[in-house]
């Protein structure tokens, strides 16, 4: 993994490049995450291609850049990365969950290979006149509620993600390095370096910008590809993208590949190597 940054508005943005291959991912990780997120999926890619990820504004090495936040903002940073490392058309762009959406704002207006889109990118409704904060309260509750907790020591908050439900049958030496890296502050006070004001904004704009998600979409020229996990951010039996929101949206946009992994949850997709293997296959095989 060679590190670098990357000047953006605001001050510079953390990347990892990994592997040395010509051909390039470039990959955007999701509403808490970092760019440690995908570590496995680099290592699963063919020799001739390397994967570059970024911790986005407000995460990881980033998180002391400052707002606005929002999905464009993301998008620009991330086309910056992009101009940054030299990708050109024949570079893939992916992204998990949240960074699924960023992927599809980005490739909107930009063409790349192929767009993969991973448990994440399609518009996810809110009923009408339901507040989005007690819907993101309802879907990301135990997320954020992380992020403002201090914990003793590292090995405090490794327990901690080790009981995630999500991750405690699936836990590895990848998941150990990606909440490792995660962890800052000292003896006593270590805490997310994921900043919760950008995680509440980020949120609620995806929440209440369906339609400019849809409308991004429907002007990606590239390939465009979704992969989903069968089950979700807790291992509840309904993941993320159900069937029926896919299913809408295969029927709008008839080019959108879809494609469920069976067995895995919204985390694991991008942990556990049976997982990780398809993953990467997705990305770097030939179009459909």
Known sequence: MKLDDVPVPGGTLRIARFGDGPRLVIAIHGITASLMAWATAARALPDEWSLVAMDLRGRGHSAGLPGPYGLDRHADDVALVADHVGAGPGSVLTGHSMGAYVAALLAARRDFARVVLVDGGLPLPVPPGV??????????????????????????????????????????????????????????????????????????????????????????????????????????????????????????????????????????????DRCVRLVADRLTGPPE
């Open 131 to 272: 507040d989005p904060d007690t819907v993101l309260e309802a879907s990301l509750g135990p997320a954020i509620a992380r992020l403002s907790r201090t914990f003793p020591s590292v090995r405090a908050y490794l327990d901690f993600f080790h009981e995630h439900p999500a991750l405690r049958q699936a836990w590895n030496s990848d998941i150990e390095d990606y909440v490792r890296y995660d962890a800052t502050g000292p003896e006593g006070a270590v805490r997310a370096r994921a900043r919760e004001e950008a995680v509440r904004v980020d949120g609620r704009w995806l929440l209440t910008e369906a339609a400019r998600i849809g409308e991004a979409l429907g002007r990606i020229d590239s390939p465009l590809s979704l992969i989903r996990a069968p089950r979700g951010l807790l291992d509840q039996p309904t993941g993320m993208l159900p069937d029926e929101l896919a299913a809408q949206w295969t029927a709008r946009l008839p080019g959108l590949a879809d494609e469920v992994i069976e067995d895995c949850n919204h985390y694991t997709i991008l942990f556990e």
